[in-house]
């Protein structure tokens, strides 16, 4: 089995634009004219991103859009990747909700995307 992450957003291209430029995610192909739906791959890891008015349309019960609450961890092997991504996030003024930190064998650091998803961005470590 796998889970397929699949992110309702706002504005689709400005959403892609977070992932690509901070997370060093790319863009594996869209869908539809204009673009409604599209996938992104960084290494093994898959998200998809769909706009709101294509998941109402596509999923008629779909509830009205609202801020999530949900956590989402991004798991990299680098710490250097780590640090370079949390200083271009801080130089861009993104909205960091977890400073970068060493925690129980982790680093780790949370940043809101466009849509106010919570990623947590997480490096494991042995001690």
């Known amino acids: 089995m796998d889970i397929a992450i699949e992110f309702v957003v706002q504005d689709i291209f400005k959403s892609a634009t977070f992932y690509t430029k901070y997370l060093g995610f790319e863009i594996e192909f869209t869908e539809y004219e204009p673009v409604a739906w599209m996938q ?7 998200i998809m991103l769909v706009t709101y008015e294509y ?3 596509d999923i008629p019960d779909f509830k009205e859009y609202t801020l999530s609450t949900n956590l989402y961890k991004f798991r ?5 990747r780590i640090e370079a991504i949390y200083e271009s996030l801080k130089k861009n003024n993104k909205e960091i909700f977890l400073p ?9 650091l ?3 995307d466009e849509d106010r998803n919570m990623i947590l961005i997480t490096k494991v470590t042995e001690d």
Request: proline share 0%; aromatic share 18%.
């Open 40 to 46: 992104l791959r960084n290494e093994n890891t898959r």
């Open 55 to 57: 998941a109402k349309k």
């Open 110 to 112: 949370g940043v809101y």
């Open 76 to 80: 990299y092997e680098s710490l250097d």
């Open 100 to 108: 970068f930190r060493k925690s129980d064998f982790r680093y780790e």
